[in-house]
């Protein structure tokens, strides 16, 4: 059973530091999405690409965060530096042909847990 | 700008009882609406997806309907099982300030007793 796969699934850090999490896309799948969720705001939408472009990174702060793919099978979402109120679960998402048409689901990974302290 | 609400936030009912859950969006001008399951410490499972264009989908024990005028989808849950027990999400996929979103709810915590 294909899965998005997440790493690290936990990450503990001070202020200040610089943070990299990791997402393997399904095989196959050629849009990746990134997304933040927090016990305040729900799930919020940072970024995501089409066949390793940018399409869309309205959704993040764009001085501390930046979010890439340096190939078809890895996305990175980079904290630099990362501040306690970055703490929450990031998701990332992928999804085939259809789905930025809306005619497939989105499939998720299990989450990396941030916490800043 | 689309909003996602889910009410309640919270349901807890005994086992076997048939529920429905209720979100509702703001624009209706979206390409579908998403329902999607949450266990804890994992990331969303997608259950039904809902075409713009269509009024219902089935999966099993799970129904969904999409009535777009009136901006509300249901969630229907026959013959609820512990196993049922999750939270679970709806969300609307349409066009927000230029590209394609899909804006969330913030979920409804499901607890079903044996």
């Known amino acids: 059973d294909a899965r998005v796969t997440q790493t690290p699934r936990h990450k503990v850090t001070e202020m200040g530091q610089e943070v990299t999490m990791r997402c393997q896309p399904i095989l196959g799948h050629n849009t990746v999405f990134w997304y933040r969720q927090t016990m305040m705001q729900g799930l919020e939408l940072l970024a995501y690409?089409?066949?390793?472009?940018?399409?869309?990174d309205s959704g993040m702060p764009k001085d501390r965060f930046s979010a890439e793919m340096p190939d078809a099978t890895l996305a990175t979402l980079k904290i630099q530096p990362s501040e306690p109120r970055d703490s929450a679960v990031y998701f990332c998402?992928?999804?085939?042909?259809?789905?930025?048409?809306?005619?497939?689901?989105?499939?998720f990974g299990d989450g990396t847990r941030l916490s800043i302290l | 700008k689309q909003e996602v609400t889910q009410i309640p936030a919270a349901l807890s009912v005994p086992e076997g009882e048939n529920l429905v859950l209720n979100c509702s969006f703001t624009?209706?001008?979206?390409?579908?609406l998403q329902w999607f399951r949450q266990d804890p410490g994992k990331g969303l499972t997608s259950l039904l997806l809902?075409?713009?264009?269509?009024r219902e989908q089935t999966s099993g024990r799970l129904n969904a309907s999409l009535d777009k005028s009136s901006g509300r989808s249901t969630l229907y849950i026959a013959a609820s099982q512990p196993g049922d027990s999750a939270t679970y999400l709806c969300a609307a996929w349409g066009t927000q300030g230029g590209s394609e979103k899909l804006v969330f709810g913030k979920g409804t915590k499901l607890t079903v007793n044996p």
């Open positions: 998402a992928s999804g085939g042909q259809g789905v930025l048409s809306g005619n497939q689901p989105q499939h």
């Open positions: 809902i075409q713009s264009s269509q």
């Open positions: 624009d209706s001008a979206i390409y579908n």
């Open positions: 690409f089409r066949n390793r472009a940018p399409l869309d």
